[in-house]
């Protein structure tokens, strides 16, 4: 039966413009899920999830934008008043390069809280994306953008790096592999300047994890499951996924080796001891991150989207999370949320301590 994707209204189109490069194809990476979660691999799909709720420069993030939330208002109300007290003092006799400073400094005071303001909505109250289906059988991808769904057609797709700089780390490339349809009426050898689509990977994988991410998706739509790697799938939803697949944990480990690891281990995570020391200096931003695997939703597909139950063999090289794996995923999920709790605690503390200090001497 045929699909009609065009009863959704589309959100707007990913601009292609700046920081975004075309991938040249075909790559020479093997396929690799890396940082994604798998949730569901056969003949008929594909779930794939590699947005996670629990991201610790995300958290840093919004918490400078709070921050700011909190202080700009006031500093803005202040400096209205000061201008308009300056004003009348001396008569009206301010300068005309005077009047454009401080309408200057007004207006990026104002824009400051409006882009803090869309900043914290979108982080935080905006739904997340959903996790990507890609539907062999049928050729599509359902998919979120922006707060709603959105589908492609298989057979348009091309892959997109967009990325970014991250100056805190050196000036280091940050790289999202995104897919957006392609536009075939542009004229030949112009590029593309937009095109809807959505951003399928976060911001922690290099250009050439991206490579083999997409790899990794096109030979499942377009090869034989013989061209695979074994994967392991991972339970959706429960506690146990929020610790170990949604985060803060998953950020410091490759989340396609963390079982094999676990198990290894016997249920004991590998926590880090600068991460942990991270955890306590960093405690808002953390904080931040639990405040939004708890309250944030995700962007729910419409119903004729989601894929169908199949009853036959599965062909592809495929690990299910057998009994034992659960329980060694309960126990490391209990682990992490103890050692989350412990340091998060050590850490907000700190930072009370620390405010008292400075507001209260």
């Known amino acids: 039966m045929t699909l009609d994707i065009t009863k959704v209204k589309r959100p707007a189109p990913l601009k292609l413009t700046g920081f975004c490069d075309e991938v040249e194809l075909p790559v020479k990476e093997a396929p690799s899920a890396g940082h994604g979660v798998i949730t569901r691999l056969d003949s008929e799909t594909l779930i794939f999830d590699s947005h996670s709720q629990g991201s610790f420069i995300v958290g840093v993030g919004l918490l400078f934008q709070i921050v700011g939330l909190i ?28 009047w454009i400073l401080d309408i200057f400094i007004l207006l990026g005071g104002v824009g400051a809280i409006c882009f803090a303001s869309y900043i914290v909505y ?49 000036a280091q490339r940050q790289y999202y592999l995104t897919l957006v349809e392609r536009e075939d009426s542009l004229p030949k050898g112009q590029k593309q300047k937009k095109g809807y689509g959505f951003v399928l990977s976060t911001g922690y994988s290099g250009w050439a994890n991206c490579h083999a991410m997409w790899e990794f998706i096109r030979r499942y739509m377009e090869d034989k499951p013989e061209s695979l790697p074994e994967v392991e799938l991972s ?9 170990l697949d949604e985060g803060p944990y998953w950020e410091f480990h490759e989340r396609q080796g963390l079982m094999a690891d676990l198990r290894y281990r016997n249920g004991f995570p590998q926590f880090n001891h600068w991460i942990s020391f991270m955890m306590v ?17 995700r962007v729910k597909l419409p119903a004729e989207w989601l894929p169908v139950a199949i009853s036959e063999p599965n062909p592809y090289q495929v690990r299910p999370a057998q009994p034992e794996d659960m329980a ?29 200090l400075i507001a209260f001497r």
Do not use: Q
């Open 71 to 98: 202080f700009l208002p006031y500093m803005t109300f202040v400096f209205v008043k000061m201008m308009f007290a300056s004003t009348g003092e001396d008569g009206g006799s301010s300068g005309v390069f005077e």
């Open 122 to 170: 979108f982080g935080i109250f905006a739904p997340a994306p959903c996790p990507v289906i890609f539907n062999r059988r049928k050729g599509l991808i359902f998919g979120s953008h922006k707060g709603k769904p959105i589908a492609l057609d298989w057979k348009k797709v091309k892959p997109f790096l967009l990325y970014s700089v991250n100056l805190s780390a050196g």
């Open 235 to 243: 339970p959706a939803g429960g506690f146990e996924a929020r610790m």
């Open 281 to 297: 200096a960093f405690a808002p931003a953390f904080l931040m991150n639990v405040f939004r695997m708890l309250i944030r939703r």
């Open 328 to 356: 060694i995923r309960s126990k490391a999920a209990r682990y992490i949320a103890l050692w989350m709790t412990v340091c998060l605690g050590l850490g907000t503390l700190f930072w009370v301590w620390l405010v008292r």
